[in-house]
């Protein structure tokens, strides 16, 4: 018998899918067009009397349209595993059990930030990778991370005015360049934001990029000391040069495809920082960086050496939500967490009852990736 779906066991990722190529704001409008599309999961923030999270989720499907069986955002993906080794040097931070000595197994999944399958890979797409390590005693840890260094929009508030801002005028099918004008220029800390992610340079894969939390945390240690964070698993990989357009006939799949071949020459490994914040460092709002000079933490070693197409039992159907998180860690005031989480939920629940499709990433007889 199909036990009843789990709406812990789905993805739909909350950052901003489609591209980022922002060479100034005077491309806003259409990235801003973007950014909303991913943002429309932000459910959670807004007053029952105004909008619910199932409305959230019906403007998401109206701008990137109903895909049946695959997630509404972070649609293209695969699914990947290895093992966590931790140093010991976060159990001074936090009691969590991830941070003792040790070597802890470790499942998730690549994905680039689009909310429609079969788009072709580029070099400026947002990447993420999402992990959930299992730990002793039933407890998870899931976590979703972006290639980016801010999110674009700090209060449900401004996401509103983003979608109404970069809406597409039915007589040009574009936004209204005025309109976004006026936007951007009475929200600046949404214009900030949008520069600092579009002006950073694009790693070429999904090897070589570093992933942050972008949302700050909690650590919480065995002596009661609360200490705010933020984690980034930093690349190991030394390719780090700007991404070149692909000569002839791309394939539309070549970061995932890049990804496997890397792989098959050997793991690939992410160190786990986290970054310490200070008293007065922004906590609720994920659009400001903290000070360059904040102390980091080396945690550990991620190390992935397993890539598959997604397929049932592996990560197709798990749900990266960053509010499943073990006694040490807890969720700061952002509260863009609740709002994930609640929308997700939403989320599964009508992509358990769709036919499931096919992993649109595929591998070559699914021989083609590390086994």
């Known amino acids: ?53 199932r409305a959230i989720v019906d403007t998401f499907q109206k701008i990137n349209g109903v895909h049946p069986g695959f997630r509404r955002n972070h649609t293209k993906g695969a699914c990947i ?31 680039v930030a689009v909310g429609k399958p079969f788009v072709p890979d580029n070099k400026t797409q947002v990447r993420s990778l999402a992990l959930r390590f299992e730990l002793p005693g039933g407890e998870e840890w899931r976590t979703g991370m972006n290639d980016i260094p801010v999110f674009p929009v700090p209060t449900a508030q401004d996401f509103t005015g983003l979608m109404t801002a970069t809406a597409p005028d039915p007589a040009t099918g574009k936004p209204d360049p005025a309109r976004v004008s006026a936007f951007f220029g009475a929200h600046p800390e949404v214009a900030a934001a949008l520069k600092r992610i579009t002006g950073r340079p694009f790693a070429s894969g999904f090897a070589n990029a570093s992933y942050n ?101 592996n990560c197709r159907d798990v749900n990266f939500d960053p509010l499943v998180l073990p006694a040490g860690i807890e969720p700061s005031d952002d509260p863009l967490l609740s709002a994930r989480s609640a929308a997700y939920s939403v989320s599964f629940t009508r992509r358990a009852g769709e036919p499931k499709s096919p992993s649109e990433v595929q591998f070559p007889a699914q021989g083609g990736a590390p086994q």
């Open 1 to 53: 018998m199909q036990s009843e779906p789990d709406p812990s066991k789905d993805t739909y990722r909350l950052w901003p899918p489609g591209p980022r190529l922002l060479a100034a704001l005077g491309a806003s409008a259409l990235v801003a067009l973007a950014l909303a599309g991913g943002l429309a999961y932000a459910g959670g923030l807004f007053t029952p009397g105004r909008l619910t999270q």
């Open 81 to 111: 595993a290895g093992h966590f080794e931790s140093n010991g040097a976060g159990q001074r931070l936090s009691k969590a059990v991830v941070f003792a000595p040790g070597t802890l197994p470790v499942t998730g999944r690549f994905a």
């Open 213 to 313: 939390s972008l949302d700050a945390f909690r650590f919480v240690a065995a002596d009661g000391t609360v200490t705010p964070v933020r984690w980034a698993m930093m690349a190991v990989d030394p390719d780090v040069a700007e991404p070149a357009d692909q000569p002839g006939t791309p394939d539309p799949d070549y970061l995932f495809d890049d990804l496997a071949a890397r792989l098959a020459r050997g793991p690939v490994e992410w160190h786990l920082v986290a970054t310490i914040g200070q008293p007065g460092d922004p906590t609720a709002d994920a659009t400001l960086p903290w000070p360059d000079d904040r102390q980091k933490v080396d945690l550990g070693t991620l190390t992935i050496d397993h890539i598959e197409a997604e397929a049932a039992g």
